[in-house]
């Protein structure tokens, strides 16, 4: 997969014109947006990250490989138009491995830009 160059967290205005410009460019886009956290979260709720149809990706949900699986269904949710709730969750033990500091529950919405 390969990103942009993602803005510093907290910027998600810089994520939502990126979204802009490729679907301007006549790309598919794809918005995930973290709509619930409970325990460990390295992103907090309205954290946002688009991808489009190149696989190109900006901004940041979580990290690790939940940001890989978000970006793998945000490119089926482009096609289908199927919008997506996804959840995550980890024990303490497991929590480095996928990105999250200390363990935890992450819900992710992921949905196709559409005018």
Known sequence: MMTEN????????????????WF?????????TVVKTWGSSPRPV???LVVNEDSS??????????EGAV???ALDIMTSGMPK?????VSDAMAWEVGLACGGE???????LEI
């Open 6 to 21: 993602a803005p510093p967290f907290g910027l998600e205005e810089d994520v939502l014109k990126q979204a802009a410009r």
């Open 24 to 32: 301007g460019d006549g790309k598919k886009v794809a918005i995930a």
């Open 46 to 48: 309205g954290s946002q």
């Open 57 to 66: 990706f900006v901004g940041s949900v979580s990290g690790g490989c939940i």
């Open 71 to 73: 970006v793998t269904e």
């Open 85 to 89: 709730l996804l959840s995550f969750g």
């Open 106 to 112: 992450i819900e992710v919405f992921v949905e196709r």
